[in-house]
């Protein structure tokens, strides 16, 4: 069994940056991928970015230049780091791991709050 923690959330001025971390609780080995998603107020959650557990990360076009996600398999974390947000990036973001033979599993989310 697999659970996430995500942590780093909070408020910050548009232009300031943010970093988002996620940590894993359980089977790591079982783990094959991990992901960020985002839910905006009246929206439906969004892939923000995945990254395999080699390292290889993928983007959402959205995100392309300002957020980075990266992953310490040992430590079992990964991160998400939001820079130049807006105030339009006001959500909360959920980390997210693909799990063989299982459903995934997902975290209880952390808010971030972009004020203009």
């Known amino acids: 069994q697999v659970q996430l923690v995500e942590s780093g959330g909070g408020s910050v001025q548009a232009g300031g940056s943010l970093r988002l971390s996620c940590e894993v609780f359980?089977?790591?080995?079982?783990?094959?991928?991990m992901a960020w998603y985002r839910q905006r107020p009246g929206n439906q959650r969004e892939l923000v970015a995945t990254?395999?557990?080699?390292?290889?990360?993928n983007y959402a076009d959205s995100f392309k230049g300002r957020f980075t996600i990266s992953i310490d398999i040992l430590r079992g974390t990964i991160a998400l780091q939001m820079d130049t947000l807006e105030p339009e990036d006001t959500a909360v973001y959920y980390c997210?791991?693909?799990?063989?033979?299982?459903?995934?599993?997902w975290g209880q989310g952390t808010q971030v709050t972009v004020s203009s």
């Open positions: 997210n791991a693909g799990i063989r033979g299982s459903d995934p599993a």
């Open positions: 359980g089977t790591v080995s079982s783990i094959y991928n």
């Open positions: 990254i395999t557990t080699e390292g290889a990360p």
